[in-house]
């Protein structure tokens, strides 16, 4: 099993940038691959990107050209690179694990292990 925990979240304008950092622990980082997903209030929570042990990362379609997923398998460590930040990017950002990937691994049910989630708020 491996603990998530998120930080770097915040209040910034609109066109400014943040770097969200997931923490993890518990096993060997390495095997995992790493997603982060985003839920505002009412809404589902919803996909934002993955990127899986080695190869190509994935992006919601909102995202593309804006955000940026990167892992640092020595300070097992996933982070995410926030730039060009819009209002509707306000959201509790979720860092999410496991163990498998797939080309469209989009759906937070095939996450197996989560953090409690970072408060981005982007002010207009």
């Known amino acids: 099993q491996v603990q998530l925990v998120e930080s770097g979240g915040g209040l910034v304008q609109a066109g400014g940038s943040l770097r969200l950092s997931c923490a993890a622990s518990?096993?060997?980082?390495?095997?995992?691959?790493m997603g982060w997903f985003r839920q505002a209030p009412g809404n589902q929570r919803e996909f934002v990107a993955g990127?899986?042990?080695?190869?190509?990362?994935l992006y919601a379609d909102s995202v593309k050209g804006r955000f940026t997923i990167s892992r640092d398998n020595a300070k097992n460590t996933v982070y995410l690179q926030m730039n060009s930040l819009k209002p509707e990017d306000t959201a509790v950002y979720y860092c999410a694990a496991d163990t498998s990937w797939g080309p469209e691994k989009k759906n937070s049910y095939e996450y197996a292990y989560w953090g409690l989630g970072t408060q981005v708020t982007v002010s207009s």
């Open positions: 518990g096993r060997t980082f390495s095997n995992y691959v």
């Open positions: 990127i899986p042990r080695s190869g190509n990362t």
